[in-house]
């Protein structure tokens, strides 16, 4: 039955096309190939407009990076990406970029997110993610490391906003605490102590005067 069937097949497609049944089937599977190659170029092409539709209304929602001037260590951290409101950012060499535009590797969740609200230069120089290298302090690393790191800071310079940097803390010495220990202060903050006994000795110079 089935052998009767495709003889007459055979029969019905070179009465109808002209062709033979091989060449009939040939075609046919050309025909499928170029259609299938079609419709996934045209599918291909939909998804990637998609994508950039949906990439460009993405950057549209990220309000414009805000300059912040010289903050503190602490007030960077604010920027951690733990308040969806505010902007990521993350500073290198005490120079602070707003990395909003990459929070799927910055932000909650990203490979990077431990980098994020704060100077993570000696952590990038070694490529480590332990919380004691998450700090800008890059004393004692070796050429290797400071040329990594370079690499790092030029790759923020050209990509990211550069919105602020950190404030330094100098050490002063002779403080209030009257222990003779050092205390810390930020630079801005930092001023030269009054000579009180100096003043004292002024005025009871100028009462005798008088």
Known sequence: ????????????????????????????????????????????????????????????????????GEISEEELKQYDGSDPKKPLLMAIKGQIYDVSQSRMFYGPGGPYALFAGRDASRALAKMSFEEQDLTGDISGLGPFELDALQDWEYKFMSKYVKVGTIKKTVAVTGGDNGNGEASWTTEGDAKPAGDGSSQNAVAGTDAKEE
Do not use: C
């Not at 062709?19 to 299938?36: C, D, G, H, M, R």
């Open 1 to 68: 039955m089935g052998l009767q069937l495709w003889e007459t097949l055979k029969e019905a497609i070179t009465a109808y096309t002209g062709l033979s049944p091989a060449t009939f089937f040939t075609v046919v599977a050309l025909l499928w190939a170029i259609y299938y190659v079609v419709t996934g170029l045209f599918g291909s092409s939909d998804d990637h407009h998609q994508r950039s539709r949906a990439f460009e209304e993405q950057m549209e929602l990220l309000p414009p990076p805000i300059q912040l």
